[in-house]
């Protein structure tokens, strides 16, 4: 897997490329010289960071089952405003 390099201008002028550039491997987005971003593939992601997801993901993905939701209600306290 090679590392592929560019910069933000590059990056910002031709995204497409660097999303393609991206499924062969990590590509690097400099600042002004130096590392400040890595563009990754979402597999090469999932694969990094263990292929779990959020609950969130989970939930939007397409036939996910309705999960009802139903939480406590709380309490409300009220008390006067000290306007001393």
Same mark, same amino acid.
């Given at each position: 897997? !090679? #590392?592929?390099?560019?910069? /933000? ?9 660097? *999303? *393609?550039?991206?499924? /062969?491997?990590? #590509? ?9 971003? #890595?563009?990754? /593939? ?9 292929? !779990? ?19 406590? *209600? ?9 306007? /001393?």
């Amino acid at each position: 897997m !090679s #590392v592929i390099t560019i910069t /933000s201008r590059e990056f910002n002028q031709d995204v497409g490329r660097a *999303k *393609k550039a991206a499924q /062969s491997g990590p #590509v690097l987005i400099t600042d002004r010289g130096r590392p400040a971003h #890595v563009l990754l /593939s979402i597999e090469e992601y999932r694969r990094l960071t263990g292929g !779990s997801e959020t609950l969130a993901e989970a939930l939007a993905q397409p036939g996910a089952p309705d999960v009802d939701f139903a939480p406590p *209600k709380l309490e409300r306290v009220t008390r006067d405003a000290d306007l /001393s």
